[in-house]
């Protein structure tokens, strides 16, 4: 959830609250296209105590979005009327194509993509969004229904992951996602952006465990070294899960797809051939907040 006080003449905010809540709607379900009765339970127990700080903070306007887990599930719309039912909220389901652009354009407000291509990489529990852009416009973007629970579900690793369930996931990666490779190599792309989720955690817990210095909280973005981001993969696909809840930087509600994540990022930064790797604080919500500025909401 993000708060924040929009002036749309003339086009300024500031940031009030945020927060990130682990509801896991899609857990034991996602695969099956269902919202499970206890996801469904936490998902309303959340929204419930979200409001009340909305209400708390004197919000005049709320709006609610739903991706991957709620567009996929047979009983998605029940849970958007259940929600409207209680709540007075009304959740907007949008496609894998306006997520992506929305991602775009909270990337913007966070760090200046330059004019050279790059490919923004936004990785979610039920879908992936990538996109290939520069400050100016998008050149190419896909949302593939391969988000990180689901994968985790469909692969159940041991514990640590072993090297024949990574190939595994990578032949499944390479082969669903063999027109992003070919699209990476005709635009060029050479920069990845990684925005938010996973990509706060990787640079956190270099920051914190490689540069011994606690992350910036109002940070908005972070530019890899490739040898960091090489340590710290390691130190999370040889750990078990008592290990990596032990690893500071790591958030507990990532401690089990983190693994998942990083398998997807290594590949994708071999098959496109990344030199530049780059963190955005910044990603849905914020593209959200930058419709606002718009007035396109």
């Known amino acids: ?27 034991g379900g996602i ?15 959340a929204l419930k105590n979200q409001i009340i700080r909305l209400k708390s903070e004197g919000c005049e306007q709320a709006y609610a979005f739903g991706t991957s887990a709620l ?85 159940k690793p041991s514990d640590p992951i072993t090297g024949d369930e990574i190939e595994k996931l990578t032949t499944r990666l390479s082969d669903e996602m063999a027109d ?3 699209a990476c190599r005709v635009h060029g792309v050479k920069t990845l952006v990684g925005s938010s989720g996973s990509f706060d955690s990787l640079a956190d817990m270099i920051c914190i465990n490689l540069h011994k210095h ?36 790591l958030h507990r509600i990532r401690v089990d797809l983190i693994v998942m994540a990083v398998v997807m990022i290594d590949l994708v930064m071999a098959r496109c051939d990344v030199s530049r790797m780059r963190q955005s604080a910044y990603s849905l919500k914020e593209g959200i907040l930058f419709d606002l500025l718009e007035g396109n909401l």
């Open 1 to 27: 959830m993000l708060i924040a006080d929009v002036d749309r003449n003339k086009g300024y905010y500031k940031r009030v609250f945020q927060s990130k809540v682990p509801v896991r709607l899609g857990e």
């Open 31 to 45: 695969n099956d296209n269902i919202i499970t009765e206890e996801a469904f339970e936490r998902g309303l127990l």
């Open 71 to 155: 567009r996929t599930a047979s009983n998605g719309k029940e849970f958007v009327d259940k929600v409207a039912e209680l709540f007075d909220l009304h959740i907007e389901v949008i496609d894998g194509d306006r997520e992506a652009q929305m991602i775009y354009k909270g990337v913007k407000l966070s760090l200046d993509l330059g004019q050279e291509k790059c490919l923004i990489m936004d990785i979610g529990g039920g879908s992936n969004e990538f996109i290939i852009a520069n400050q100016d416009e998008i050149f190419w973007k896909k949302s593939y229904r391969l988000g990180v629970s689901r994968l985790l579900q469909w692969l």
């Open 180 to 182: 992003l490779f070919e």
């Open 214 to 249: 606690e992350p910036d909280d109002d940070r908005k973005f972070y530019d890899f070294e490739l040898s960091d981001y090489n340590h710290v993969k390691e130190m999370i696909l040889t750990s078990s899960k008592e290990k990596r809840l032990e690893m500071r930087g």
